[in-house]
């Protein structure tokens, strides 16, 4: 009785009926599977009790919808990663824009016929290397439960004439015989480069791409549900054309994390992991001003493995002792573990071969992008409020009357 039909249907886009077949059948064995204790294989039937137990419960159905893909993107879809808003550290402004970005136009498509819009085609991520924007693409397609597929750029170019734009008409076509489907562009800037940037001599495969890619993007909004998102440490190098309004316009900035997002970032990194009192979120984040949510990770990490190294070492001085007849393996056993959790002396270790992997420079690079997008796009006021329609019209009327009078 749990099993909530609409919900299946809901998260079966782009299913044929073999597929959805498939799935039920998927659900009913694993329901079958938990029962193989229960079940005496030497009897020529099952007992009607036990029969009668097996019912295919909402859990069977949703282990199935992790393993049952759809057969129309079977060549190109990836697994949905397995990445969720609470694995995200920071970063609160980026995910509440994307959730209205990518998740409305899935969960509430009658709010935008009720409005006469069509929802946005795509978002650009920009910022630092290391600072989680292949993650937030992959929370993204998790979270809305649409289908995913993930595109390196150099995959799509082949050697032969008018291949590279046939693979992306494919991509694209898969993706609208699937939707609601994410695409995924990740490091951007290896088919998005500035057309004619290459002089003369070049290929002029790139310019074929970003040209076919810039037609699709243009072509996907009208009656099907797909959403590009491109990801690129080098904004400064993409073609204007992919920026602009109706394409990938939603352009957002992943900077490197404030104190508030470098606290989330450990939280998220730490949240399975013991750790000592006397260490807390607040004093890490005091230590790491400046650092990516890359290099915080790998402080994680780097105080998780000193803990393990000890931990080990521990168990084989115990194991020593024991065989030279210190200790009997009864007193070992019952010894206190040596290392319960991280402590204080693994995170120094850790910070002191801790790098920053992005310089000032590299942030003052991505400041003057976002600045001259700004002066390039926006119309809002200089101090900083919002755009008035009323006082810009008076602003214009008064430049209209100098215009004559001069």
Known sequence: KDVDLEILAQGSHGFVGADLQQLCME?????IREKMGLIDFDKDRVDKQILDNIVVEMKHFEHAMGVVHPSSL???AVEVPDVHWEDVGGLENVKRELHETVQYPVEHADKYIKF???????VLFYGPPGCGKTLLAKAIANECGANFISIKGPELLTQWFGESEANVRELFDKARAASPCILMFDEMDSIAKTRGSGGPGS??????VINQILTEIDGVGARKNVFCIGATNRPDILDPAV??????DQLIYIPLPDYESRISIFKANLRKSPVAEDITF???ADVTDGFSGADITEICQRAAKNAIRESIAAEI???RRVEAGELTQEEADSLPDAVPCITRAHFEDSMSKARRSVGPEVVAQYDEFSAKIKQKWAVTEEDGSAYDIDRAAAEQA???EAMVEG
């Open 27 to 31: 659900a009913a064995l694993e329901c």
């Open 74 to 76: 079977r060549e190109s």
């Open 116 to 122: 006469g819009m069509n929802p946005s085609k795509g």
């Open 203 to 208: 290929s002029e495969a790139g310019d074929r």
């Open 243 to 248: 920026i602009r309004p109706g394409r990938l």
């Open 282 to 284: 607040e004093l890490l």
């Open 317 to 319: 001085e115990r194991q």
């Open 398 to 400: 008064r430049e209209d």
